[in-house]
């Protein structure tokens, strides 16, 4: 199963875009899913995270600025990210964590799923 994200692309400082991420196959079974996100030369970093119980949880970084969503039964997806900033451009990537848990992961290594990742790049 793969995950497929879209919606990337190039906007100035203050703008806005949304990413959605489904999977190739129906037949994945997740209990969160979530966004991370790699700049050149760093490591892959938490974003937002949707549990299907309904919780989510953001990075510092984005909150107030950033909303997951998403649709349970088809494990899609959204992420709607407002007030853009340049410091948000990265490889923005979804992923699935299909393991039961008591916690909401924020570490990549918990996730079990992940898609090719969609470019988003904001100007100053």
């Known amino acids: 199963v793969q995950l497929q994200a879209s919606g990337g692309g190039k906007v100035q400082a203050g703008g806005s875009l949304r990413l959605s991420c489904a999977p190739s196959?129906?037949?994945?079974?997740?209990?969160?899913m979530g966004w991370f996100r790699q700049s050149p030369g760093k490591e892959r970093e938490f974003v937002a995270v949707?549990?299907?119980?309904?919780?989510?949880r953001y990075a510092d970084s984005v909150k107030g600025r950033f909303t997951i969503s998403g649709d349970d039964p088809r494990n899609m997806v959204w992420l709607q990210m407002n007030s853009l900033r340049p410091e948000d451009t990265a490889v923005y990537y979804c992923?699935?964590?299909?393991?039961?848990?008591?916690?909401?992961?924020?570490?990549?290594?918990?996730?079990?799923?992940w898609g090719q990742g969609t470019l988003v790049t904001v100007s100053s």
């Open positions: 992923a699935a964590d299909t393991t039961a848990r008591l916690d909401v992961p924020t570490t990549p290594s918990a996730y079990d799923y």
């Open positions: 196959r129906r037949t994945l079974s997740s209990y969160r």
């Open positions: 949707l549990n299907w119980g309904g919780a989510t």
